[in-house]
């Protein structure tokens, strides 16, 4: 079961004018028994809140996921904050979101800065907010985790 920790970056759900949709879908997979979330935050498009969740979230979790904030818009920060605290990038997560979410949104989903990061020994996975671009996140994550948490524990050396 893939168990991680999310933050959510949204100024309207921080604000409450906005429904937490994401936190919802994780409810319901949660119940279907396919991940669970060991963390969860909130936080604004704000640079310094978000380096603040993504700390927290790596100190609890090998796999993170940071839902919105990779857009083209000038408040779309998380995927810059996230970059800054990584150690590595892994451009085939942002690679193959934007791919599956072309076949549901078109090319649209060239607009996504959509990527990982490896951060305090944690995979840092950024993507769009919406319901659609985190169920494709999640998608991605299931599949890999497994061998992703043996890679970055170093049990995994050798095994491709």
């Not at 991680?4 to 937490?20: F, H, I, M, N, Q």
């Not at 779309?76 to 970059?83: C, E, I, K, L, T």
């Not at 948490?149 to 491709?160: D, T, Y």
Request: charged residues 25%; neutral net charge.
């Amino acid at each position: 079961m893939l168990e991680l920790a999310v933050v959510v970056t949204s100024d309207k759900v921080y604000r409450g004018e906005k429904p937490d949709k994401v936190r919802r879908l994780l409810s319901e997979l949660e119940a279907q028994g396919r991940l669970q979330v060991i963390y969860y935050a909130v936080a604004p498009n704000d640079p310094g809140e978000i380096r603040r969740r993504i700390l927290e979230a790596t100190s609890v979790s090998k796999i993170v996921l940071v839902t919105g904030g990779t857009g083209v818009s000038p408040r779309d920060v998380s995927v810059d904050v996230a970059r800054q605290l990584a150690s590595r990038e892994l451009p085939g997560f942002g690679e193959a979101h934007r791919r599956l979410s072309m076949e549901e949104i078109g090319l649209r989903a060239v607009m996504s800065r959509a990527s990982a990061f490896i951060v305090n020994g944690s995979l840092v996975a950024v993507s769009p907010g919406s319901t659609g671009a985190v169920k494709t996140a999640l998608s991605i994550l299931e599949e890999i985790h497994e061998h992703l948490v043996e890679e970055l524990e170093g049990r995994g050396h050798g095994k491709h």
